[in-house]
Antibody
Framework: QVQLVQSGAEVKKPGSSVKVSCKAS????????ISWVRQAPGQGLEWMGG????????NYAQKFQGRVTITADESTSTVYMELSSLRSEDTAVYYC???????????????WGQGTTVTVSS | DIQMTQSPSSLSASVGDRVTISCRAS??????LNWYQQKPGKAPQLLIY???SLQSGVPSRFSGSGSGTDFTLTISSLHPEDFATYYC?????????FGQGTRLEIK
């Protein structure tokens, strides 16, 4: 059973960038999709984008286009999410999550990482 | 983008109660609808996928129904561990979108 292990908490200055990793433990990505979902304090879930590591082409939510980059390293079974031009509103918990059937389709996100807290503060 | 609207936003109920949470999509999404449970400080957990399929390991008191634009999550008899926030999500197309959440509290 694949588990997703994320990198640790980050504190960043406004205007800087953050890169969060998500490593598949106990398996490989195969043809799974990996999404990044964030949750601001006290708020709901927001999909940022995702990637199928086997194919490598990311899909981004329009809101984050130009600021987010999602990449995959199949050799280490790791997916990365980099968010640039950080502002205070980007303070949130960032989750990676696996979908066995692709980003879209009749399947949900069945495995989630533990979450990475990113705090943006001057 | 497809907008997902849940109702109610919050709900108070007692152990043993039957509870229903609704989710409406702004356009037809067939059965490309999933339900998640989230407890404070934890990652969401998948309960139901494809509108009505129970995820492995999830208790049978959880069930889902619906197609098109209207969907329902039902908990047949509330257990103490079910008090949490519930989210619906569409996976019909990108951007994937979630409902705003329904907070289920103990009465």
């Amino acid at each position: 059973q694949v588990q997703l292990v994320q990198s640790g908490a980050e504190v960043k200055k406004p205007g800087s960038s953050v890169k969060v990793s998500c490593k598949a433990s106990g398996g490989t990505f195969n043809s799974y999709a990996i999404s990044w979902v964030r949750q601001a304090p006290g708020q709901g879930l927001e999909w940022m984008g995702g990637i199928i590591p086997l194919f490598g082409t990311p899909n981004y939510a329009q809101k984050f286009q130009g600021r987010v980059t999602i990449t995959a390293d199949e050799s280490t079974s790791t997916v990365y999410m980099e968010l640039s031009s950080l502002r205070s509103e980007d303070t949130a918990v960032y989750y990676c999550a696996k979908s066995p059937g692709g980003l879209t389709g009749r399947g949900g996100m069945d495995v989630w990482g533990q979450g990475t807290t990113v705090t943006v503060s001057s | 983008d497809i907008q997902m609207t849940q109702s109610p936003s919050s709900l108070s109920a007692s152990v043993g109660d039957r509870v229903t949470i609704s989710c409406r999509a702004s356009q037809s999404i067939s059965t490309f609808l999933n339900w998640y449970q989230q407890k404070p400080g934890k990652a969401p957990q998948l309960l139901i996928y494809a509108a009505s399929s129970l995820q492995s390991g999830v208790p049978s008191r959880f069930s889902g129904s619906g197609s098109g634009t209207d969907f329902t999550l039902t908990i047949s008899s509330l257990h103490p561990e079910d008090f949490a926030t519930y989210y619906c999500q569409q996976t019909y197309n990108t951007p994937l979108t979630f409902g705003q959440g329904t907070r289920l509290e103990i009465k």
